[in-house]
Structures are given as structure tokens and as C-alpha cells.
């Protein structure tokens, strides 16, 4: 199974931060790499798709990379909303990996 | 609108059976894979099952397989999770979920809770 982790498990961030996640795959996914928001008591939900394409309705402030097998989630001017825990997911190959999560808090 | 409704969830003791539902609405449900992600209560998201949009292909995490079997409905809209053999380590909070592009989960029900307990 293709393992993924993610880096910091949390972090504290001020609004109108840049906040950057780190997401790597143990073994090449391509650009199969999706990373989701999960506010508490909620459901998730998507960000990102294919290491970079933004869901629709997705503020521009968020935005994916990938080199190799590293991945990357970029929140530019953090807002009050913005702040849950996020996880990456591999789809490239079953089962579909989540990672461990990062929670961006105050 | 796209909505998922799961439902099914309750307690169960060890080694019992639960079949969990989701009704799908706002789609067109026979053209999306599908999916099932728990959450085990304050954990992190765990992929559990997919079915493609014909039901030809299912897949599902290693800890769930020979006990777990996802099945749909596409004339009823829905889909299914029949669980057995349920061990305490099954509790948590199942997700349904729409497949979208590039085999990421582009919507998501509320979730329906499962608690194994003796």
C-alpha cells in the first residue's frame, strides 16, 4: 500500500499568514493528489484534485504543487475560515491513502 | 444540488453485522464511482471501500476485506456498505462520498455513526 505523511502534524498560524503543508507519497502517484479541509463536526472537503487543479467554488488563496513525490498546499493571506485540519489523499492506486492530517490552528 | 444522505449506523456488539445506506440525489448516480471513508472518533480520515459506476469493480483497505462488501443501486440512487464481523476498532463515523476527477471525493454526506461496543 503507498503510505502517505505529512508535514507538521499542526501548526499555529495569524490571519494574513502564509501557511504551507507538506504532503509525500512513499512511492510515485503521478499527479494523483487531492487534498481536503475538515472543519470539526463536518464533513470534508475537497480543495484540490490532480495536485493542483482548485474545486470549484475554492478560494484562489489556496493553490497545490507536486515535485516527485512530494506535494505541497499553499494558503496565501490565511483567513478566520481557513482555520481546520488538512489532509491529502492519494488516488492512483486502491486503496486510497489519506495522510495523517495537519490542523492549522490560532 | 448534489446531496448524500447516509443512514444504517447504530451499536452494535462484536461480531455483529450493520448495513449502512446512502441516498443520492442531484446527480446522475449510475455515472460516478463511489466511496466510503470512516473517521474513528478524534482520528484522522480512513479510505474504506470503492465501487465503480457499474458496480464491476470494487476495492476496499486491507483491514475491512472478507468483512466488508460495498454494493449500489443506480435505479434506486444508492449505496450500500453491508458490514459483518464487526470488531471494536470498526467504530467510527462512515462518510459517503461522490467520486470526482482524478479519483478524489468531490462531495460528501454527513456520515452516519458506528459504534462497536460490548
Known amino acids: 500500500d503507498i503510505q502517505m505523511t505529512q508535514s507538521p502534524s499542526s501548526l499555529s498560524a495569524s490571519v494574513g499568514d502564509r501557511v504551507t503543508i507538506t504532503c509525500r507519497a512513499s512511492?510515485?502517484?503521478?499527479?494523483?493528489l487531492n487534498w481536503y479541509q475538515q472543519k470539526p463536526g463536518k464533513a470534508p472537503r475537497l480543495l484540490i484534485y490532480?495536485?493542483?487543479t482548485l474545486q470549484s467554488g475554492v478560494p484562489s488563496r489556496f493553490s497545490g504543487s507536486e515535485s516527485g513525490t512530494n506535494f505541497t498546499l499553499t494558503i496565501r493571506n490565511l483567513q478566520p475560515e481557513d482555520f481546520a485540519t488538512y489532509y491529502c489523499?492519494?488516488?492512483?492506486?486502491?486503496?486510497?491513502?489519506f495522510g495523517p492530517g495537519t490542523k492549522v490552528d490560532i | 444540488e448534489v446531496q448524500l444522505v447516509e443512514s444504517g449506523g447504530g451499536v452494535v456488539q462484536p461480531g455483529g453485522s450493520l448495513r449502512l445506506s446512502c441516498a443520492a440525489s442531484?446527480?446522475?448516480?449510475?455515472?460516478?464511482?463511489m466511496h466510503w471513508v470512516r473517521q474513528r472518533p478524534g482520528k484522522g480520515l480512513e479510505w474504506v471501500s470503492l465501487?465503480?459506476?457499474?458496480?464491476?469493480?470494487?476495492h476496499y483497505v486491507d483491514s475491512v476485506k472478507g468483512r466488508f462488501t460495498i454494493s449500489r443501486d443506480n435505479s434506486k440512487y444508492s449505496l450500500h456498505l453491508e458490514m459483518n464481523s464487526l470488531r471494536t476498532e470498526d467504530t467510527a463515523l462512515y462518510y459517503c462520498?461522490?467520486?470526482?476527477?482524478?479519483?478524489?471525493?468531490?462531495?460528501w454526506g454527513q456520515g452516519t455513526p458506528v459504534t462497536v461496543s460490548s
Open positions: 512511492q510515485s502517484i503521478s499527479y494523483f
Open positions: 442531484g446527480f446522475s448516480f449510475e455515472d460516478y464511482m
Open positions: 490532480a495536485a493542483s
Open positions: 465501487i465503480s459506476w457499474d458496480g464491476g469493480t470494487t
Open positions: 489523499q492519494q488516488s492512483y492506486t486502491a486503496p486510497r491513502t
Open positions: 462520498g461522490k467520486g470526482h476527477t482524478s479519483g478524489s471525493v468531490g462531495s
